[in-house]
């Protein structure tokens, strides 16, 4: 008998576990609601498109007019409401095609983001519970 619990326990380990490791890509993949709000972290599969493509000029470092939209620095920061509108605004500035910029593009040509990408974090911005 012991050993069933033993086993069951294990078993539920390991499930936590892989549930755990793929959680950033399920977070940016799937549909089900996302929490955010202060605290909440740019999903990593997010964050790596952001850091490549925006942080020059949206960040702490970076461009003031850009930043003043949105700083990436500082996402932590925002509330629930904010970050669940800024995700809806990349969503529509990346489709669009309108950020990054003409010109950075041109300058960066290796770093402009994917269709794939784009896709991804639209449908994390969708899922964003505010
Ligand atoms: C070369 C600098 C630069 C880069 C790179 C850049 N931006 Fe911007 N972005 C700006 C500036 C400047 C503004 C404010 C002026 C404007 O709206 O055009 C802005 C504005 C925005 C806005 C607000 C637009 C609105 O309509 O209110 C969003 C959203 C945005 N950027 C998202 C992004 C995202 C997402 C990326 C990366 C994929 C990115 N930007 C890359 C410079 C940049």
């Not at 629930?80 to 990349?90: L, T």
């Not at 529509?92 to 950020?99: D, E, R």
Request: proline share 5%.
């Amino acid at each position: 008998m012991k050993k069933v619990v033993f086993l069951t326990f294990i078993a539920m380990s390991v499930l936590l576990t892989i549930v755990l490791m793929f959680n950033p890509q399920t977070a940016a993949g799937s549909m089900k609601p996302l929490k955010a709000g202060p605290g909440t972290a740019l999903p990593d599969s997010v964050h790596k498109m952001v850091q490549r493509a925006c942080m020059d000029c949206h960040a702490d470092d970076g461009n003031f007019m850009a930043k003043g939209k949105v700083n990436f620095s500082t996402w932590e920061k925002y509330d629930a409401e904010k970050q669940a509108s800024k995700a809806k605004a990349i969503c529509k500035v990346l489709t669009k095609g309108s950020m990054p910029q003409k010109k950075w593009c041109a300058n960066n040509p290796k770093d402009v983001p994917t269709q794939a990408e784009k896709d991804m974090v639209c449908r994390w911005a969708n899922s964003l519970q505010k």
